[in-house]
């Protein structure tokens, strides 16, 4: 018997999602090319593929007019991601940062606990578009009310799986560390924390990739630049080539961060999985 390697396993996964990813596109070209679909609805490959390049590239403002316009809405495409990008960096990076001790205060203390969790269940069940018009009120329609509704969208997951963390760590180690000479302060450093980064690296990756699913309702109002704005705007004047590139985008960038947060989490906890 032959054993693969963990380089085979991971090649071999490569070269089976390769496959799916042309399976994909070859399927989405041979419906958009019989025009099975109207091309409103289903543009065809090389249509996005125009549109993205558009968006990335100076072109002018309209067939016969020689004036240049930079990419869609006056931005490059890169731009209105790193916008999008720059809010959820201060809108969920402000979550990653008050989350964990917020839910380390809820884990170990019953009373507060009993206070609070209620009304954080309750922002938790809340969509972002119920709320998202009462932000513009409080805060404007500039950054500041996006950034609180990516924040607001981010926090709950990494109260709560920081909350989950800590009930689940033994109580025999706390007491183990106690009847050691730890203090309060050492058995949450030297105990708890480690015990609960695991799942605190779990509660960070689903409250940015559902940050980054928000970001479209964030960027309604004023979302540009933004590739959420850009979106929804390509869609408001039916242009689907624009719009579908722009989903593209948002679904590989989603990846890409999960992809980053999870190596992270693979350096801070390398003992996660190990026997």
């Given amino acids: 018997m032959f054993r693969v390697g963990r380089g085979g396993v991971r090649v071999r996964g490569l070269v089976v999602r390769l496959v799916s990813l042309v399976a994909v596109v070859a399927l989405w070209w041979a419906v958009s090319a019989a025009k099975l679909v109207d091309a409103q609805f289903l543009p065809t490959p090389q249509a996005v593929w125009h549109a993205f390049v558009r968006a990335n590239s100076q072109h002018e403002l309209a067939p016969g007019v020689p004036r240049q316009v930079r990419g869609e809405q006056n931005y490059f495409l890169w731009e209105h991601l790193v916008a999008s990008l720059q809010r959820i960096g201060i809108g969920a990076g402000a979550a990653v940062v008050l989350g964990p001790p917020v839910g380390f205060l809820l884990g170990t203390s019953r009373a507060v606990s009993a206070i609070v969790e209620p009304y954080l269940n309750f922002l ?43 009930q689940g760590v033994s109580q025999d180690r706390i007491n183990a560390a106690r009847s050691l000479g730890a203090n309060r302060l050492q058995v949450i450093t030297r105990v708890l924390f480690p015990s609960t980064l695991p799942e605190i690296i779990g509660g960070v990756r689903v409250a940015v990739g559902f940050a980054w699913t928000t970001v479209v309702a964030a960027e309604l109002n004023n979302g540009i630049p933004g590739i959420g704005g850009l979106a929804y705007l390509a869609g408001q004047q039916l242009n689907t080539p624009l719009t579908v590139a722009c989903i593209i985008v948002i679904g590989l960038t989603a990846l890409a961060l999960d992809a980053v947060i999870k190596w992270i989490g693979a350096v801070l906890v390398p003992w996660k999985g190990r026997a």
């Avoid at 513009?136 to 500041?144: A, E, L, S």
């Avoid at 996006?146 to 800590?166: C, H, Y």
Wanted: hydrophobic residues 60%; aromatic residues 14%.
């Fill in 124 to 166: 938790r069940m809340l969509p972002p578009l119920g709320y998202i018009g009462l932000l513009i009120v409080w805060f404007g329609i500039g950054d500041t009310s996006k950034d609180w509704l990516l924040f607001l969208a981010a926090f709950p997951p990494i109260v709560i799986s920081t909350v989950a963390g800590v």
